[in-house]
C-alpha cells in the first residue's frame, strides 16, 4: 500500500478529527489527530492497515500543550499524534490494543506527567519514588537546581 493510500484511508477514516495529514518522506506518514480519535486511530493503523509493530511512544512538550506519538509499522511508518492541554494532560491509554506501549506511556507519564487513561500500571519508571509531585524533567518549564556539594564546601 502506498503512502498516499495510507493517507487517504485514515482522513476518510476519521474526518474532520484529522488535524494534520502529510507524507513526510518515502514509506514516513504523520497524522495528527483529536484527543477523541487517539486510541481509534492507533487500533485502525495497527489493525485494518495492519501496521502493528509499535517501535516507541514518545511524548512532547510543545509549549503550550504535550503532544503523544506512536510509532507505528516497520518498512512504512505511521506516526499517529495528537495533542493535550498541559493543565489537564489525560489521555487513553493504548496498551489494551499494543500491549508493547506499557513501559513507553509509563516513561510519558513519569518524565512529563501525562495521565494514560485505563493503564494497568501507571508508576513510575525512572524518577525515584520520592519525587516531587508536579515536577516534570522533561517540561520545558522545569528548572533543575544546581548540584550541591556533597561534604558542604567548595568543590576543588
Known amino acids: 500500500m502506498s503512502e498516499e493510500d495510507i493517507l487517504r484511508k485514515i482522513t476518510e477514516r476519521f474526518g474532520e478529527r484529522v488535524l494534520e ?3 513526510l518522506g518515502r ?12 486510541k481509534d486511530a492507533v487500533k485502525y493503523v495497527a489493525h485494518d492497515l495492519e501496521l502493528e509493530f509499535l517501535s516507541c511512544l514518545s511524548g512532547v512538550d510543545r509549549g503550550d500543550s504535550l503532544e503523544v506519538v506512536a510509532h ?10 495528537t495533542r493535550i492541554p498541559k493543565d489537564n494532560p489525560v489521555i487513553d491509554s493504548i496498551t489494551d490494543v499494543l500491549p508493547a506501549a506499557n513501559l513507553y506511556e509509563r516513561e510519558a507519564h513519569d518524565l512529563l506527567g501525562i495521565v494514560f487513561r485505563g493503564h494497568p500500571n501507571l508508576r513510575r519508571v525512572f ?5 516531587p509531585k508536579g515536577i516534570y524533567p522533561l517540561r520545558k518549564d522545569y528548572a533543575p537546581e544546581h548540584p550541591k556539594p556533597l561534604r558542604g564546601g567548595e568543590s576543588g
Open 21 to 23: 495529514a502529510k507524507i
Open 27 to 38: 514509506r514516513r506518514i504523520s497524522i495528527l489527530v483529536s484527543p477523541d480519535a487517539y
Open 72 to 81: 507505528l509499522g516497520f518498512s512504512t511508518q505511521v506516526l499517529i499524534k
Open 127 to 131: 524518577l525515584p519514588e520520592d519525587w
